[in-house]
């Protein structure tokens, strides 16, 4: 079967780094998503990933390994503005995306 | 914005009416996606058009819902005889081919009361 597993809620300071970790089965694999959902909002596409090793891009930072079936989303300098949901997003032998529930992030003073 | 529009933004309606969202693409993206999204969850497909072509539709999905692209660019979401467990955000996405990246409309949000 398809699979996500990525941390219910985190909480960190604002300034500071946190790490989000997403571990993924599926039915092949053509790369893996990262997107930010705000309270009542749309998803937006923050990174993807389709070979091994890190991808930076300004604060946030996304890392892949596809032999363990696992990736990572890194935010740096977190800003209260950071305060959303992160959805970590695989997609398939047949280019669809694999959705779990997401991550919610709390950022506090 | 991401240049994916839906209309309406916000829905109420009355159990048992029927409803209809519209959702319009990027201009050049043929690939087309309608997903429901409650609460705390992440978004659940329903069903996925390539040009006019409906090619998958969720299997958990109830025939009170059918959706179309008639000439492969602007869709529609009909939702009939609605159900109060329908309440939800529904979002559009497209993209092109391949790996490419969906992108989202800003949703409709729908509430069954």
């Known amino acids: 079967g398809q699979n996500i597993d990525q941390p219910t809620e985190m909480t960190a300071t604002e300034g500071a780094i946190v790490q989000i970790n997403c571990t993924y089965q599926?039915?092949?694999?053509?790369?893996l998503f990262w997107y930010q959902q705000h309270a009542g909002e749309a998803p937006t596409f923050l990174s993807y990933?389709?070979l091994d090793g890190l991808e930076e891009k300004g604060r946030f930072s996304s890392f892949l390994s596809r032999s363990k079936g696992y990736s990572y989303l890194l935010l740096k300098e977190l800003q209260m503005k950071d305060s959303a949901s992160y959805l970590c997003a695989p997609m398939d032998s047949n280019y669809q995306l694999i959705w779990g529930a997401g991550t919610k992030l709390i950022i506090k003073p | 914005d991401t240049g994916v529009s839906q209309n309406p933004r916000h829905k109420i309606t009355k159990r048992g009416q029927n409803v209809t969202f519209r959702c319009d693409p990027i201009?050049?993206?043929?690939?087309l996606y309608w997903y429901r999204q409650t609460l705390g969850q992440g978004p659940e497909f329903l069903t996925y058009?390539?040009?006019?072509?409906?090619?998958?539709k969720s299997r958990l999905l109830s025939d009170r819902f059918s959706a179309e692209r008639p000439k492969g660019s602007f869709s529609t979401l009909e939702i009939q005889r609605t159900e109060q467990g329908d309440s939800a955000m529904y979002l559009c996405?497209?993209?092109?081919?391949?790996?490419?990246?969906?992108?989202f409309g800003p949703g409709t949000r729908l509430t069954v009361l």
């Open positions: 201009s050049e993206h043929n690939r």
């Open positions: 996405a497209s993209r092109r081919g391949g790996q490419d990246t969906q992108y």
């Open positions: 058009f390539q040009n006019e072509a409906q090619l998958e």
């Open positions: 599926t039915s092949g694999f053509n790369g």
């Open positions: 990933n389709v």
